[in-house]
């Protein structure tokens, strides 16, 4: 009876040790955004389209060229209504109606235009910001990955997936009370591991979304030949 009795307990005792063998294992949320981190940093030009609810509603399309130092992108406002392109380098800032035809340019010399290519180049962030709206000037428009990943305080939370404009994607929580507004959610390429969207907020409520696209798409972006420097009260040929 003993030999019997150890024959049947033994598939018994398999059986509890390997009860949830077949689950899956954790997924680590800080190792994925380190590899996101990675990757977005090899990126010199990409696409994005900003919406916040900033002056009742704004809509910004991007172009950044950053192994060119330049960016080219349109901003519309609900209201009142407007449209106005801008052309950015890390020292000049270019605008001019862009519902209005044969527009001249205004220009103004103003620094630290292009902090999103200024990240991307340097390898890194450049650290949490504050309150302000989500705009193309801005490196907090593309995912605090490495913060996020490093910061024992965060809670990052995977959500399930979804497809953005064509491209599998991760959908991932962020939760870290150090910022002003601590809920974030991020969808990550499954395949690139590249940022497809990024919301900034409530889903239900959200303060500013960016959709990411045209990864090492090259843009043919140039500067004014020649502009109006209201402050410096006169016109300048640029080349």
Known sequence: MRKLARVVGTPIAVALLCF???RKPAVDGRKIFLQSETELNKVRS???HIVTDE????VTDVQYQCDRGIAHYIETKENPASKTEFIATDTLLFRRAADVADANWSGERRA????VCTRLLNGGQLGKMGVRFFSPDQERILPLFANYAHEDAVTITPMGNEVVDGVSSEIW????????????TVWIGTLDRLPTKYVEGDLAKPRGTVTFSGY?????IQVPRAAYFPKEAGPEMLR
């Open 173 to 184: 929580k962020v939760e870290d009370n150090a910022l002003f507004i601590p809920l974030h």
């Open 112 to 115: 630290s235009n292009l902090r």
């Open 216 to 220: 090492g798409e090259q843009f043919d």
């Open 55 to 58: 002056d009742g509603g704004m």
């Open 46 to 48: 990409f696409r994005a």
């Open 20 to 22: 949830g063998c077949s």
